[in-house]
């Protein structure tokens, strides 16, 4: 368990307990990054949503490629592929006029 | 008789809503096209299409069953596909990730982006998820003209799992779109096994299902073929 991890999941559950002392049975949910406590209740008659979140996570990037070194070694073969660029193919060309 | 496919396209560089029109011609004559008012399009194509090309429309092939339930295998049981597999073209330049790598293609190369929308469900304190998950995809030919495919990269996007969910969905994502390109991989192979003992001249993706004759319509990010010359 890491700290980070530690930390969440020991204040998602203080959050927990301190709603159970209040007599809120919650739900919790604890991951590697996030704890979340929720609850629906009752105050005095009125219905109440109890959301806690804890969390110590950045954005992480939500796009990734083959590592650089596969992708051009698996390309280095390529003699032709689909492109709007200047084209090339494996077989000989008619000349063209500029 | 050889064909000739004027492609318009709504977007620059070549995407989006797409207008096509193909006209067989003779040896030695025109061919020709009379449009009298192709509306709002901002770029086109045309190609000159030999009787020898041979056409896989990748869209069919890729909802057939063998795919897609390799497809939902991967997503496992949080996430689940809420459409059909869609495969447009997309230049290099437009790819999410090309920012990591710029040099590796040239700005103007086709991947063929292979997607499909997805809904994650959420506990009832956030909102559902829903979105898309790509998969970027290189074909070519090796000297000897043997056809190959090659993924090369994947992203996605998603609206919703606020306000306190996307970190799981995010961490299920980044679990299972990664991990799914070797999947792909190795259906690109088994599909190409097919043409093992062919070999091309050139390969190339033409909008939609490559037709030969007629007009018609297709959004071209979603739904693209792989044309290919037999040597």
Same mark, same amino acid.
């Given at each position: 368990?890491?700290?980070s991890?530690?930390?969440?999941?020991?204040?998602a559950?203080?959050?927990?307990?301190c709603?159970?002392?209040?007599?809120?049975?919650a739900?919790i949910e604890?991951?590697?990054h996030?704890?979340?406590?929720?609850?629906?209740?009752?105050?005095?008659?009125?219905?109440?949503?109890v959301?806690?979140?804890?969390?110590?996570?950045?954005?992480?990037?939500a796009?990734?490629a083959?590592?650089a070194e596969?992708?051009r070694?698996?390309l280095?073969?390529?003699?032709?592929?689909?492109?709007?660029?200047?084209?090339s193919?494996?077989r000989?060309q008619?000349?063209?006029r500029? | 008789?050889p064909?000739?496919? %004027?492609?318009?396209?709504? +977007?620059?560089?070549?995407r989006?809503d797409t207008e096509f029109?193909?006209?067989?011609?003779? @040896?030695?004559?025109?061919?020709? !096209?009379n &449009?009298?008012?192709?509306?709002?399009?901002?770029?086109?194509?045309?190609? +000159?299409? +030999?009787?020898? +090309?041979?056409?896989?429309?990748?869209?069919?092939?890729a909802?057939? @069953?063998?795919?897609t339930?390799?497809?939902?295998?991967?997503?496992?049981g949080?996430?689940?596909r809420?459409?059909?597999?869609?495969?447009? &073209? !997309? @230049?290099?330049?437009?790819?999410?990730?090309?920012?990591?790598?710029?040099?590796?293609?040239?700005?103007?190369d086709?991947?063929?982006?292979?997607?499909? %929308?997805f809904? !994650?469900?959420?506990p009832?304190?956030?909102?559902?998820?829903?979105?898309?998950i790509s998969?970027y995809?290189?074909?070519?030919?090796?000297?000897?003209?043997?056809?190959?495919?090659?993924?090369?990269?994947?992203?996605?996007?998603?609206?919703?799992?606020g306000?306190?969910c996307t970190?799981?969905i995010d961490d299920?994502l %980044?679990a299972?779109v @990664?991990?799914?390109m070797?999947?792909l991989q190795d259906?690109?192979?088994?599909?190409?096994?097919?043409y093992?003992?062919q070999s091309?001249?050139?390969?190339?993706?033409?909008?939609?299902?490559?037709d030969?004759?007629g007009?018609?319509?297709?959004n071209?990010?979603e739904?693209?073929?792989?044309?290919?010359?037999?040597?």
């Amino acid at each position: 368990m890491t700290h980070s991890e530690h930390a969440v999941g020991r204040l998602a559950r203080k959050l927990h307990q301190c709603l159970a002392q209040e007599g809120i049975q919650a739900e919790i949910e604890v991951s590697e990054h996030e704890g979340t406590v929720a609850a629906r209740t009752e105050f005095d008659g009125t219905p109440l949503l109890v959301v806690a979140h804890v969390s110590d996570r950045e954005l992480p990037p939500a796009h990734g490629a083959q590592p650089a070194e596969q992708a051009r070694a698996r390309l280095l073969t390529a003699a032709v592929r689909p492109t709007l660029e200047q084209r090339s193919a494996s077989r000989p060309q008619t000349p063209s006029r500029a | 008789m050889p064909v000739l496919s %004027n492609y318009w396209f709504h +977007e620059v560089d070549f995407r989006g809503d797409t207008e096509f029109l193909s006209v067989g011609h003779g @040896p030695g004559s025109w061919a020709w !096209i009379n &449009w009298s008012d192709i509306g709002d399009r901002h770029s086109t194509l045309v190609w +000159e299409r +030999e009787d020898a +090309e041979l056409t896989v429309d990748l869209v069919a092939q890729a909802n057939n @069953p063998a795919v897609t339930s390799a497809v939902d295998a991967l997503l496992g049981g949080s996430v689940s596909r809420t459409s059909a597999i869609k495969a447009g &073209w !997309i @230049p290099w330049r437009y790819v999410p990730y090309r920012g990591s790598d710029p040099s590796r293609h040239a700005d103007l190369d086709l991947l063929v982006r292979i997607f499909f %929308n997805f809904h !994650i469900s959420t506990p009832w304190y956030c909102t559902d998820a829903d979105g898309d998950i790509s998969y970027y995809v290189v074909f070519f030919l090796d000297g000897s003209g043997g056809l190959h495919a090659s993924v090369d990269g994947w992203s996605y996007h998603y609206d919703g799992g606020g306000p306190f969910c996307t970190g799981a969905i995010d961490d299920a994502l %980044n679990a299972q779109v @990664p991990a799914g390109m070797g999947t792909l991989q190795d259906l690109l192979d088994a599909a190409l096994a097919a043409y093992a003992d062919q070999s091309f001249d050139l390969v190339y993706l033409l909008p939609g299902g490559a037709d030969r004759s007629g007009v018609g319509n297709v959004n071209v990010d979603e739904h693209v073929s792989l044309a290919l010359l037999p040597r």
